[in-house]
């Protein structure tokens, strides 16, 4: 249904550079003829507060993070009613708007306007984030820098919007939700099978690590209840004894750019044994010698996961890639003659991740101690035996990490295919009144602009909350 959509039958031009054709039967308006800013205040600071997050738009700040809001009052905090919009101001430049069925109270420094006319609130907030309008934001917005940059209502206001008829928004809203269902359901399967397959990658890599791959082998009590009996010839060891180095990150929030040089290694970038590079935020070069000032990852340091949803995974710095580690990740750089690798894949068992469950702190934003990291309790064949684990491991998880990265391309695809299918819609390049019609009208009931949390996604609701702050 959604392939067979067709754009309108007749269009205009508006007569703006930036702007394309449009549909006869669409306005271009200012964006101040459309949205009105609101100032109410909360005299008391009570009331819900709500939270932007990159992916779910605006939401309940308990529902993206558990962790204390760094205000100490929300008296003076924005109210807002639902069918207003929230912008951001900044990070406008980047297309964070949202709605939220909610009352509540939002930031001092975030903008609130009321629409003006009928107009679907849905609509308008993915039309505000469309690219064109983005790239107007982003020239628009004023600061010290792209981490810095404002958009203040006085230049928001004068922006051109293309608008359809309001009956029409409605149809368009019903055909987004419909859509974004269909999507989404296609990408939670493929997650549903990225987190099969790791299941079956992490149990190879258990059975070797702690087994070794001698069938006929002699084993000992570890002396340890969580790990059991390992071969007599290892031993066991803490991992601060077998690194020179364990860093974590700086806690606070880089400033990712599109054209950044080097990448940021966030908890959402690495997976059992890898670093998903292609799916990495950059940063420019005076954020990667911040970044990197207490230690330079190289080739062969071990990155490590230590919060969220997504603690207590590790892989290896690539070959060929200047890095830096973003927030809530950690480095460790192994002493020889321990090999990186082994203790790589280890650092990914049961036996480990029990050890930093067992101290973890927080339902919603898990992390894991820093001084029970440094004393993880780990076992040691020798290293020639532990470059045989690794290259065993390597052949027998291959086909599993292929089949984990067509799955994770075709969930990549699915949410460009989603972005460009809301932006064609949104601006009037298809026209799809025809197809919403045979879409059940309480489906307009569901929120576009938001989308459920999902596992892999914890980094980004996180890293929202904590620009909030």
């Not at 009928?118 to 820098?145: E, K, M, T, Y």
């Not at 067992?358 to 934003?365: E, K, P, V, Y």
Request: proline share 6%.
């Amino acid at each position: 249904m959604i392939d067979k959509i067709k754009p309108y039958p007749q269009y205009k031009e508006p007569g703006v550079p930036w702007l394309d054709a449009v549909p006869c039967n669409w306005k271009v308006v200012r964006i101040k003829t459309v949205l009105r800013e609101l100032d109410r205040r909360s005299p008391n600071g009570e009331g819900t507060l709500l939270s932007f997050t990159r992916l779910r738009g605006l939401i309940p700040q308990t529902e993206a993070s558990e962790r204390m809001h760094g205000a100490k009052t929300l008296v003076g905090y924005k109210l807002y009613r639902p069918g207003e919009i929230v912008m951001n101001r900044m990070q406008a430049w980047s297309g964070m708007f949202g709605a939220c069925s909610l009352p509540g109270l939002v930031s001092p420094d975030y903008a609130v306007f009321q629409i003006v006319g009928a107009h679907n609130v849905g609509f308008v907030v993915q039309r505000l984030r469309a690219p064109d309008l983005v790239g107007q934001f982003r020239l628009a917005s004023r600061g010290i820098g792209s981490g810095f940059n404002r958009l203040y209502t006085d230049r928001f206001g004068p922006i051109l919007i293309t608008l359809p008829p309001s009956d029409d928004q409605s149809a368009i809203v019903r055909f987004l939700n419909y859509a974004n269902l269909k999507l989404e359901r296609a990408i939670r399967a493929n997650k549903k099978l990225i987190a099969l397959l790791n299941e079956q990658k992490r149990a190879i890599i258990q059975q070797a690590v702690t087994r070794g791959l001698e069938p006929n082998v002699r084993f000992k009590s570890s002396g340890i209840p969580w790990l059991g009996d390992i071969p007599e010839h290892w031993s066991i060891s803490r991992l601060k004894f077998e690194t020179s180095d364990i860093v974590d990150c700086l806690h606070a929030t880089p400033k990712y750019r599109e054209d950044g040089q080097f990448p940021a290694i966030r908890t959402a970038d690495i997976e059992l044994g890898k670093v998903r590079i292609e799916a990495v935020r950059r940063v420019s070069g005076d954020q990667y010698a911040l970044w990197t000032s207490r230690l330079a990852p190289q080739e062969g340091d071990i990155l490590y996961s230590r919060e969220g949803e997504r603690y207590g995974i590790a892989a290896l710095v690539p070959a060929g890639v200047q890095l830096c580690i973003s927030q809530r990740m950690m480095v460790f750089r192994i002493r020889p003659p321990q090999r990186s690798s082994f203790l790589m894949w280890q650092l990914n068992c049961q036996h480990v991740y029990s050890q930093a469950a067992a101290d973890t702190i927080g339902a919603t934003s898990p992390h894991v101690n820093v001084e029970r990291i440094k004393n993880f309790l780990l076992v040691l064949p020798p290293p020639q035996e532990q470059d045989e684990i690794s290259t065993w491991i390597s052949a027998h998880t291959m086909s599993l990490d292929a089949a984990i990265a067509r799955a994770h391309r075709e969930v990549d695809l699915l949410r460009e295919y989603r972005a460009s299918l809301i932006a064609d819609v949104v601006t009037g390049r298809l026209d799809v009144r025809e197809a919403a019609e045979r879409f059940p009208g309480r489906m307009e009931e569901v929120d576009v602009t938001e989308e459920p949390p999902a596992e892999d996604e914890a980094e980004e609701l996180l890293e929202a909350v904590a620009e909030d702050e």
